[in-house]
């Protein structure tokens, strides 16, 4: 019987560890960091079906998304596909990898890291109504938002935000491609107040957001 409950307690342990997104309670501190399951690489989708069925939404159910999906999505996003070189699945200019993304969600804020392929915390707060004017930015289970760090470029700040917002075009085209593969709704945004987000985001003077993108299940 003892050793069935320390079996038992270990189990949990492992299952809190590895899934750990849903088990902290609204305004309980979050972990430092969120080890995010392996991508699952596999698709009934090809990549014609999945450009057939691309399209914007901007109607979201509250539902969460799994651990599992926002893993793939992130992967699909900007991932690193080639381990060997900390290559990207989106190209950026000069390899600068200047764009970083941030997960707003009900639970807080939360920075992708794609080289541990963790989400990293940031705020505990629920920030999802600041990443856009539209109501259904606080309906989409996260927000995504597209940062570029301007010193990974260099140079004139005019020619850095044009690598920018081109480099952000390719990551949310990626996850504009992933979500039509998965049957989940996304849809980017440019109407934003920057500023305010900036603030709520407590992003440094090196830091320009780009754009911000809802993600969620369509209704």
């Not at 939404?57 to 651990?67: P, Q, V, W, Y």
């Not at 260099?154 to 935000?161: K, N, S, V």
């Amino acid at each position: 019987m003892i050793r069935y409950k320390t079996f038992f307690t270990f189990f949990i342990l492992c299952f809190i560890v590895i899934y750990p997104l849903p088990f902290f309670a609204q305004g309980e501190q979050a972990p430092a960091s969120i080890q995010l399951p392996k991508q699952n690489l596999s698709s009934d989708i090809s990549l014609v079906q999945a450009l057939q069925n691309r399209k914007s939404t901007r109607e979201f159910k509250t539902d969460d998304l799994s651990l599992q999906t926002i893993s793939n999505l992130l992967w699909a996003a900007n991932g690193i596909n080639r381990p060997d070189s900390g290559m990207r699945t989106a190209p950026s200019a000069k390899n600068a990898q200047e764009i970083d993304i941030y997960v707003a969600m009900k639970k807080g804020l939360f920075l992708y890291n794609a080289g541990t392929h963790t989400l990293d915390f940031v705020l505990s707060e629920d920030i999802r109504k600041s990443t856009g004017i539209q109501e259904f930015v606080q309906q989409a289970p996260i927000d995504l938002i597209f940062v570029s760090n301007l010193d990974r470029l260099g140079g004139p700040e005019d020619i850095a935000m044009f690598y920018s917002a081109t480099d952000t075009g390719y990551i949310s085209q990626n996850v504009y491609l992933f979500c039509a593969a998965e049957g989940i709704a996304t849809v980017v945004l440019g109407w934003i107040d920057k500023e305010a987000l900036a603030k709520a985001m407590n992003l440094k003077s090196n830091q320009r957001i780009i754009l911000t993108q809802p993600v969620g299940y369509p209704k």
